[in-house]
């Protein structure tokens, strides 16, 4: 049952469509995904209003810091990958969702370098770490790239973060019309329509490379219960 955590104080970074991805990919890989919807905006929670109804996944709205544990002890016991998204502030709410994470993913704009806010939650990590001995392990997903060309501000995002020691996943997240779209439409990205959607077979692609990535990543352990499938039970 692992728990990632999509963190960036900025906003805008990409923390929901990454969020996203990775839940479509996850449920077309027949597992059971719980997404904690703690942005008081609730985007995820619109788009789960817009998507049928699939036992696989449950959309826990509504979440806040005084609710995040309680939400994330209930979403283990109904097994599979819980995913975190958080609104672009900095507070207890973040520290919290950082704490309770087997992964924290960091989505920043390789464009821009949107790097402030990605860096705030790189030193929340570090301070947990100094100051409580907790460990986190952590990465930032270049997001919004233009697939077609590798811009220089791109590289020198890149350049930037290896310098400081922050791991980035080799597998960015392309700008792509169906990651926007799947908000709108609501379903998976997977079920969106190829006619209406430009390069949604590189979109899922891209997803596909990502979500192998990231899952590479987590504590075996923590992959071995969410691979596991139990009964399944009625989506929240
Ligand atoms: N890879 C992408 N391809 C196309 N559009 C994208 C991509 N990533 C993000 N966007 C668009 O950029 C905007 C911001 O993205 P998103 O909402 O995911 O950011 P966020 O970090 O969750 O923002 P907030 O802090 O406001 O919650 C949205 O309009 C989204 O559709
Ligand atoms: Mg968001």
């Known amino acids: 049952m692992p728990v990632i955590t999509f963190a960036n104080t900025k906003g805008g970074a990409g923390k929901t ?6 839940a479509s990919e996850l449920l077309r890989r027949g597992q059971r995904v719980t997404i ?42 109904r097994g599979g990958t819980i995913l975190i998204d958080l ?74 973060l290896e310098e400081r020691n922050i791991r980035t996943l080799k597998h960015a997240i392309a700008e792509r019309a169906a990651y926007r779209d799947v908000f709108g439409k609501g379903g998976t990205i997977q079920a969106l329509n190829a006619a209406e959607v430009s390069n949604l077979d590189k979109a899922i692609e891209n997803s596909v490379r990502l979500v192998d990535e990231i899952m590479a990543l987590l504590p075996e352990r923590a992959t071995r219960s969410a691979t596991r499938k139990p009964a399944l039970k009625a989506a929240a």
């Open 36 to 77: 904690i919807d703690a942005d008081p905006r609730g985007w995820i929670s619109r788009w789960h209003d817009l998507s049928g109804r699939t036992a696989q996944l449950s959309v826990m709205s509504g979440i806040s810091e005084d609710s995040i544990e309680a939400a994330v002890s209930k979403a283990r016991k």
């Open 87 to 160: 609104p672009s502030s900095q507070d207890a709410l973040l520290a919290k969702a950082i704490g309770l994470a087997d992964h924290v993913l960091i989505p920043v704009q390789g464009c821009a370098m949107d790097a402030a806010g990605g860096a705030e939650v790189l030193e929340l990590l570090r301070e947990l770490d100094e100051r409580c001995g907790i460990q986190i392990p952590h990465s930032v997903v270049l997001t919004r790239v233009n697939a077609a060309v590798t811009t220089r501000a791109l590289q020198a995002a890149k350049q930037f």
């Open 17 to 22: 469509t990454a969020t996203l991805i990775v």
